[in-house]
């Protein structure tokens, strides 16, 4: 089983429930939160026990978006990366999974619709 750092992990009843664990940071996307949450998706999306996936966020908010601080921090320190080198490989890592999610279900019926009376 995965351990995740920055995200909880959970399968009950064909329901997957990630939960983006950092609330003191009210769960900003920063630290191993991303590739945590990429990871999971992922393994959610092959997992053909689940059916659903939930996620939520620990603490009094569900995602403030980018770590801000931890931003500024990289910035003064001279380690930051542009941002499109941050947003746009998640982005189409999160779409991936998404579509290799909707590929495993179902095709839908062909079948024409019931005859009216």
């Given at each position: 089983?995965?351990?995740?750092?920055?995200?909880?992990?959970?399968v009950k009843d064909a329901i997957a429930t990630l939960t983006?664990?950092?609330?003191?940071?009210?769960?900003?996307?920063?630290?191993?939160?991303?590739?945590?949450?990429?990871?999971?998706?992922?393994?959610?999306?092959?997992?053909?026990?689940?059916?659903?996936?939930?996620?939520?966020?620990?603490?009094?908010g569900f995602c403030s978006g980018g770590d801000v601080k931890?931003?500024?921090?990289?910035?003064?320190?001279?380690?930051?990366?542009?941002?499109?080198?941050?947003?746009?490989?998640?982005?189409?890592?999160?779409?991936?999974?998404?579509?290799?999610?909707?590929?495993?279900?179902?095709?839908?019926?062909?079948?024409?619709?019931?005859?009216?009376?």
């Amino acid at each position: 089983m995965t351990a995740y750092k920055c995200l909880l992990y959970e399968v009950k009843d064909a329901i997957a429930t990630l939960t983006l664990n950092r609330p003191d940071r009210l769960n900003a996307l920063g630290d191993t939160l991303r590739d945590d949450l990429h990871d999971a998706v992922l393994r959610a999306s092959a997992d053909p026990g689940v059916r659903v996936m939930v996620i939520t966020g620990a603490g009094k908010g569900f995602c403030s978006g980018g770590d801000v601080k931890a931003m500024n921090e990289a910035k003064e320190s001279g380690t930051a990366c542009p941002i499109g080198e941050k947003v746009a490989p998640l982005r189409d890592r999160v779409l991936l999974a998404c579509a290799m999610r909707r590929s495993r279900s179902s095709p839908p019926s062909t079948a024409p619709p019931p005859a009216r009376a």
